[in-house]
């Protein structure tokens, strides 16, 4: 079984520009959602996508965006970065099925934002 | 207020000891109850989940949770060094909210 996987590992960005995480899913996982973790914070919950569509988001702002593919994989995709953007961002996986939220997270990518 | 409130720590014990983590949360709603376990710089693990009040055990983990005091804990029977991480409470279903994280420290 595949644990959950998510690339890069680090990225460095400046301000005002955009960027790309990537996550492939716990394989016979459908549901991928990403939370963003700021240092010494819990992950806070930024949205959730089920068969390729979004199926909830937190308090985050639109220039958060996300895809999800075929596959179950998934894109978060942030516009416009600011400073406050820098923070782990973590994707979990889980298979929505019978009340079972248990949801598996990878190890995250980490992003500064000079 | 917070959904979710956890005690940050630090909590420092020696080997062996029991270690006790506690979390409150807001919403009476709330169904579902996970612990995770989060290394330095690395992705939470999933540690325990439970669905309703009382207990759950694995291994040396037990979770309890009290609906009517929106109250939930977790203990660590018989701690070992490689036990030292951070440990966050989630609750919620397809959205989960975290509290901050306690940090722990088995001493040797």
């Known amino acids: 079984e595949t644990g959950v996987t998510q690339s890069p590992t680090h990225l460095i960005k400046t301000r005002g520009q955009q960027v790309t995480l990537r996550c492939s899913s716990q394989s016979g996982h459908n549901t991928v959602s990403w939370y963003q973790q700021a240092l010494g914070q819990g992950p806070q919950f930024i949205f959730q996508y089920y068969r390729e569509e979004e199926n909830g988001r937190g308090n985050f702002p639109p220039r958060f965006s996300g895809l999800q593919f075929p596959n179950y994989s998934s894109e978060l995709n942030v516009n416009a970065l600011e400073l406050d953007d820098s923070a782990l961002y973590l994707c979990?996986?889980?298979?929505?099925?019978?009340?079972?939220?248990?949801?598996?997270f990878g190890p995250g990518t980490r992003l500064t934002v000079t | 207020q917070k959904e979710v409130e956890q005690d940050p720590g630090p909590l420092s014990v020696p080997e062996g000891a029991i270690v006790s983590l506690n979390c409150t949360y807001s919403?009476?709603?709330?169904?579902?109850f996970m612990w995770y376990r989060q290394y330095s710089r690395k992705g939470p693990e999933l540690l325990m989940y439970?669905?309703?009040?009382g207990n759950k055990e694995d291994g040396r983990f037990t979770a309890q949770v009290d609906k009517s005091s929106k109250y939930i804990s977790l203990f660590i029977r018989d701690s070992q060094p490689s036990d030292s991480a951070t440990y966050l409470c989630a609750i919620g279903d397809y959205k989960l909210s975290f509290g901050a994280g306690t940090t722990v420290t088995v001493r040797a």
């Open positions: 439970t669905y309703s009040s």
């Open positions: 919403n009476s709603a709330f169904q579902y």
């Open positions: 979990a996986s889980s298979l929505v099925a019978g009340g079972n939220y248990e949801q598996y």
